[in-house]
């Protein structure tokens, strides 16, 4: 019997917006320890929502969190995630060495490592040449690599990247998945959210389709295509997270 | 490059508000033409005007030049305002440009992250303070009676002002929002705090209402630290303003603590 704990444990979460929209509804989600899990769901679905009550960045309305086995919230927990989130959300001020300096002072480095740490994630990331630039001044690539560079910085035992190849040429593509596959066999669980789901099927180990705020399938991509009887993600993903759309839109056609 | 696979350590109990603290000090000073300078040189003029060319023209106030005794009101309004305008605008940046979710996700307990922002705000007045001292003195001749007690006011003050303005960047919607309180609600408070006059001048109704007005004390107490002179007991309003310190920090806290306004 397996007695590790989940990487991530969420039980009957839920979020209602002041506005009175409902993100999460009593949803349920394990991710195991060193799994690279997808998560995958229409814009509006609930995966930032969730993503940032892991993160301490949205109060739940109820429900529990647990990081291996630390209350979500705790310093423990919050040490052992690192977030890149959608929208380049780079400190202005800051230069890409300083950025990453900074956070790793976050995180409860001291300079020396910080320091030392930062200039590895310059060169894995390719931002030698930008070292002493400010966030503001880098072109979106380049943002975007910083962003999973200040992720990774602090050696994070659950990395969370939200869609973070939206937007990205093909060649940066390639180069982030080549290293997030590395660092996924040397034991960091990778929670990833996207709307490429070939992206998806070739990196994870298991898929969860979120939609209405609840978690409507879970498999391996394998898995997923076989309970619904289709060839393609993608059909098992029409089916399941817009299924409802779909076929009112199919309706209306024949109509 | 192999990353390097997940490291396990406790994180630091310390070490976050020291670079958060760190990052708004290295904000204020890379910014120091708009931070220091700027309101050093405004203040200056302000001594300069009203003090050395028209206060020929005014008589003595409770034994000082009028040159004399501007001199600390200007200081502490230079310094309240550089401690509210400096966490305003750091808090609302940070919000509005989302970068604040890097220190809201770290490990680091609200209070640290509240004291950080304090911290970077202090420093930013107390080095304006600093520096317009060192210039006022020597110019205009002022006296520094009770440097203890003009410490302790200033650091009251820079704190009070400091929250204000935290509270303020995490309630506004727009940049407006932050100069709307700072030009509608200090500006005019400080000013008919006694910065320009004693309101002990004022008569029958006018010194009693102006001591409605909480800037007042803050101004009063300062003034007694340098002049060694005030308008009421410097006991009352250094009470008064560490009163109002505590309720301005305990609001800021509330909201670093339960999330309002910077969580969803």
């Keep these: 019997m397996n007695t590790t704990p989940a990487a991530l444990d969420v039980k009957g979460l839920t979020k209602r917006y002041g506005d009175g929209t409902l993100a999460l509804d009593d949803l349920d989600l394990e991710v195991p320890n060193g799994s690279f899990f997808g998560l995958l769901g229409p814009n509006g679905a609930g995966k930032t929502t969730l993503i940032g009550a892991v993160c301490n960045l949205v109060r739940p309305t109820s429900g529990d969190i647990s990081i291996f086995g630390n209350p979500g919230g705790s310093m423990m927990a919050r040490r052992m995630i690192g977030i890149a989130e959608q929208e380049p959300n780079l400190d202005k001020f800051l230069t890409v060495y300083e950025t990453l300096l900074y956070h790793g002072g976050y995180y409860g480095m001291d300079g020396d490592e910080a320091g030392e740490r930062a200039e590895q994630m310059i060169d894995a990331f390719d931002l030698r040449a930008k070292r002493n630039v400010e966030a503001p001044k880098l072109s979106g690539g380049m943002r975007r690599r910083l962003l999973l560079a200040r992720a990774l910085l602090h050696r994070p035992n659950l990395v969370i990247l939200d869609e973070p190849t939206a937007g990205v040429d093909l060649e940066l593509r390639h180069e982030l998945w080549s290293y997030i596959r590395v660092l996924h066999e040397q034991g960091t669980t990778i929670l990833l959210t996207t709307h490429y789901l070939e992206e998806a099927e070739a990196l994870c180990d298991e898929i969860a389709l979120i939609s209405g705020g609840q978690i409507v399938a879970r498999d391996t991509a394998a898995g997923l295509k076989y309970t619904h009887g289709v060839e393609t993600l993608e059909e098992v993903y029409l089916k399941t997270v817009a299924g409802g759309k779909i076929a009112l839109a199919e309706e209306a056609a024949r109509a | ?264």
Aim: aromatic letters at 10%.
């Design chain 2, 1 to 264: 490059m192999t990353p390097l696979p997940p490291a396990q350590v406790e994180p630091h109990p310390w070490r976050g508000l020291a670079w958060l603290s760190r990052r708004e000090c290295h904000r204020v000073l890379k910014l120091w033409k708009q931070t220091i300078l700027a309101p050093v040189i405004a203040a200056l003029l302000f001594m300069v005007v009203f003090g050395l060319s028209l206060g020929n023209s005014i008589s003595e106030i409770n034994g000082f030049e009028y040159r004399v005794y501007i001199v600390p009101g200007l200081i502490a309004m230079a310094m309240a305002q550089a401690a509210y305008s400096n966490n305003s605008s750091t808090i609302f940046q940070a919000r509005n440009d989302r970068y604040l979710d890097d220190i809201l996700s770290a490990p680091m307990p609200a209070w640290h992250i509240h004291l950080g922002y304090l911290i970077g705000g202090a420093m930013r007045s107390l080095l304006i303070g600093i520096v317009l001292t060192a210039c006022a003195l020597p110019i205009t001749g002022a006296p520094l009676d009770h440097p203890a007690e003009a410490l302790l006011a200033v650091l009251l003050l820079t704190t009070a002002f400091g929250a204000l303005g935290i509270i303020v960047g995490v309630y506004a919607e727009s940049w407006d929002n932050q100069s709307f309180i700072n030009n509608i609600v200090i500006l005019p408070l400080i000013f008919l705090g006694g910065v320009f006059y004693s309101v002990s001048r004022l008569g029958t109704p006018w010194e009693q209402i102006s001591h409605f007005n909480p800037l007042f004390y803050v101004v009063d107490a300062v003034r007694y630290g340098f002049l060694g002179s005030s308008d009421i007991d410097p006991l009352i309003s250094l009470s008064i303003v560490a009163v109002i310190t505590i309720a301005l920090v305990t609001w800021s806290q509330y909201l670093f603590s339960t999330g309002h306004r910077l969580k969803p």
